[in-house]
């Protein structure tokens, strides 16, 4: 094969060029006919056909020689090579330039720029660069084709994570990988000698057109997750907003790929649960930045200026909402379907090793179900908790794991308290043994709009464990945040000030004073000193709740901006006493 041409496995024939002379295009096109006939021939293509209309045309049909150049504009437009064509030639040529699967895509730019194109199927100038889709031999369709789908990638990534996820992803949805042709920027777009992206565009009127454009032609979009704890597709601008456009795409559909390797070390992540710990390395990490998701902080090497115009005219607010809640749903999914499958495998360890590997993906899925429950996702935390005490239940030796499975119940009994339930939180809390039920009873009390009731349950609750844990433990700390609550709802700020300070106290001293535990404490402080009439405390706790929650969840996180309001409002309160009587409290 000649440096720097590249050609089908299949195929080989390579076309000739010829100078321009009197008799260059006579002699040109004898030539062709020539070598596809031969390459036809090689192909088991009937010699009746006209070869070199069915290679120009991507088997379009028979075309008139008007209607020829059209068509070809037309494929070439979204030519995109195919899976097979991936796996195949591009890494055989990849490997006769010494390189390999192990190769990012951006210390492959150079040899992909130097691919000499086939002169039959580009439709460019002769003095435009071509891209390496130009550049393959087509000589049938199983290496490249009309784009029926789009590639959601970083250039950091290599070869090999992108095949592989590709070729995973066809095998999972029963696609031919030789009628999947996905469009790749670095591969389909002519690249810049000092850029990771294609050629920028001048005015923003032409980028949204150009990007609209694409993402309705090619509405299947495949986003390739890697490293799977901490993607870095999400960490990218031009990513993000393609995600975002084909979630707001009637007709598009959006589908994550995992390569085989980082979805073997999601599984072992899950096997290994927690260990003791009160949470997973790998899902705490992913849950952090798919919840911290924010497209103006993201990276990109073109158009920047341009895509952050197009997000400011669709609404900042709405295309980061719209990425997290789509991909944290795929990671629940994803963890759940984990779940199941490192559940079934539990059956086929010894007694002991089951017992512990139970436990520690038991503790684990009590992890999910705190993330969740805290982010107010209760429908999601309730099916996790449910899912831990089927784990729990299933163990062999049941009784190891009762303390927790009391846990467990009670759990659920808030979830189900918190979504209006009370009947069926009423009977979770009757099936435990451990005395936090008296907390949960009470606040199906205080649900139900009985705060006085509430407030003796929770007393006696306070009561209970402090004889059991002591003044220090984060129960006990509950139990203050319970009565605060109750108080609060009474009108009794004098004593909810009191319990919310012995909260402060606890969590300070346990999680430290940026934890989200903590940053609610001040905030519950803050609400209290207002509501009492105290506006220079009240500023001062929702300036260190602010702080908090901004340090632990970020500027654009509910919590914050829940924060940031009301210490704006302690502010204006305190310049004008009379705005207090204005405010809802």
Known sequence: MIRGQVCCRDNEAVVSR???????????????DVILTTANKKLGNSPS???????????????????????????VEFLAPSVHHLKTSLLSYLKENGLGPNTKVHDAKNVLRKATPIRCVSTRNKSESKPYVDCIGIHNEDHAGKATHQLCYTWTFTFGSIIDALSKYCKENGLDPRRTYVWIDCLCTVLNQNSEQQQSHSTFEEF????????????????????????RCLKRMWCLLEIFYSLSNEKGNIDIAVPSKDYYQFLKTLRRGCQGSTSNIGIDELFNIITSIAIERTTVTSDMQHILDLVNKIGLAKV????ITFMKKWMLDTIRIGLDKVESECEDYRREEQVEMRGNIALFVDFISRYLSD???????????????????????????????????????????????????LKKFQCN????????????????????????????????????????????????YSIGIASYEMGDYESAIFHYKNVLSIY????????????????????????????????????R?????????????????DAKKWMIIAKKTLAEPKLYSKVEI
């Open 18 to 32: 010829y100078t321009k002379t009197r008799f260059g295009r006579r002699r040109r096109k004898k030539d062709e």
């Open 49 to 75: 056909v006209n070869t070199a209309r069915s290679v120009s045309t991507l088997s379009t049909g028979t075309l008139s020689r008007s209607g020829r150049k059209k068509s070809i504009e037309q494929t």
């Open 208 to 231: 949204e057109s150009a990007f609209s454009k694409r993402m309705k032609s090619i509405p299947n979009v495949i986003v390739v997750m890697t490293p799977w704890n901490d993607p």
């Open 320 to 323: 980061n909402t719209t990425i």
């Open 375 to 425: 982010f107010g996702d209760h429908k999601e935390a309730l099916y996790f908790y449910q899912k831990q005490f089927f784990i729990l239940k299933n163990a062999q030796v049941k009784y190891i794991f009762r303390a927790k499975m009391s846990s467990c119940l009670l759990n659920m009994g808030t979830e189900y308290c918190i979504l209006g339930d009370f009947e069926k939180a």
């Open 433 to 480: 043994e451990l005395a936090l039920a008296y907390d949960y009873a009470g606040r199906i009390h205080r649900c139900r709009g009985d705060p006085k009731e509430a407030h003796a349950l929770y007393t006696k609750s306070l009561e209970v464990q402090s004889n059991k844990y002591g003044r220090s433990h984060p129960n006990i700390g509950t139990c203050h």
């Open 508 to 543: 300070t001293s346990v999680y430290g004073m940026e934890h989200p535990y903590t940053a609610g404490s001040y905030y519950n402080l803050g609400r209290t000193y207002y509501a009492n009439g105290e506006f220079e405390n009240a500023l001062t706790h929702f300036s």
């Open 545 to 561: 709740s602010n702080k908090a929650y901004r340090n632990s969840y970020g500027e654009s996180h509910v919590d914050t901006l």
